[in-house]
């Protein structure tokens, strides 16, 4: 079993950067990939990022992409999610996501994902 604790969401302004961290827990972390995600108030959940268990591989949204960086510390149980430029469109609830060790997670959906955090808002005004 694998938790996830999101952390690092706030209110900010346009133009502005955040870093969100998720923490988890278990020994399959550093064999898993790890994913972002997000939703917006009465939209569905959308793909941000993703990391391959390694670290050697990222993936991105159209709409994040040379804004948003994701990277993960396999020795510190934690992926991070570095996003700069913020528009008031990224407003959303942010979701850390893990798929289950070795799992391949391409196309990227949010069926790629086993385990979730719990969210953390981002909030981002004009």
């Known amino acids: 079993q694998v938790q996830l604790v999101d952390s690092g969401g706030g209110l900010l302004q346009a133009g502005g950067s955040l870093r969100l961290t998720c923490t988890a827990s278990g020994r399959t972390f550093t064999s898993s990939s790890m994913g972002w995600f997000r939703q917006a108030p009465g939209k569905e959940r959308e793909f941000v990022a993703a990391?391959?268990?390694?670290?050697?591989?990222?993936y991105y949204a159209d709409s994040v992409k040379g804004r948003f960086t994701i990277s993960r510390d396999n020795a510190k149980n934690t992926v991070y999610l570095q996003m700069n430029s913020l528009r008031p469109e990224d407003t959303a609830v942010y979701y850390c996501a893990a798929a289950s060790p070795f799992r391949r997670i391409l196309p990227i959906t949010t069926a790629s994902f086993d385990y979730w955090g719990q969210g953390t808002q981002v909030t981002v005004s004009s």
């Open positions: 990391i391959s268990w390694a670290g050697s591989t990222t």
